[in-house]
């Protein structure tokens, strides 16, 4: 069975930083692309990063360009979104998603329509002002 096991969630204060992590089981980690979305609430799912080094292909949000960065250790089946200089903006609830490497790009999370093939349950993030 495939799960998506997502921490780290939680508050902070505008300015701050938090790394969300996402460990995946139940699949073969390198192939799949893990990326994150987030929805807050009253609004739709938005993409918020994915990159697929082998495939080419990213996605940034554009309010998150330049403060958030994804890593993995897959010796842990874990990959992180590391998430700095956090706005009030920036609260939601934030999902990791696992997509099959073959025939993906990451331009598909632009669509807020966007299913992908796992997601986890999400860890909500609350930024104070």
């Known amino acids: 069975e495939v799960q998506l096991q997502a921490s780290g969630g939680g508050l902070v204060q505008a300015g701050g930083s938090l790394r969300l992590s996402c460990e995946g089981s139940g699949f073969r980690f390198d192939d799949y692309i893990i990326g994150w979305f987030r929805q807050a609430p009253g609004k739709e799912r938005e993409g918020v990063l994915c990159?697929?080094?082998?495939?080419?292909?990213?996605y940034y949000g554009d309010s998150v360009k330049g403060r958030f960065t994804l890593s993995s250790d897959r010796s842990k089946n874990t990959a992180y979104l590391q998430m700095n200089n956090l706005e009030p903006e920036d609260t939601a609830r934030y999902f990791c998603?696992?997509?099959?490497?073959?025939?993906?790009?990451?331009?598909?999370?632009?669509?807020?329509?966007?299913?992908?093939?796992?997601w986890g349950q999400g860890t909500q993030v609350t930024v104070s002002s």
């Open positions: 998603a696992a997509d099959r490497t073959v025939g993906f790009d990451c331009n598909y999370y632009s669509s807020a329509a966007y299913e992908s093939d796992f």
């Open positions: 990159v697929d080094s082998r495939g080419g292909t990213s």
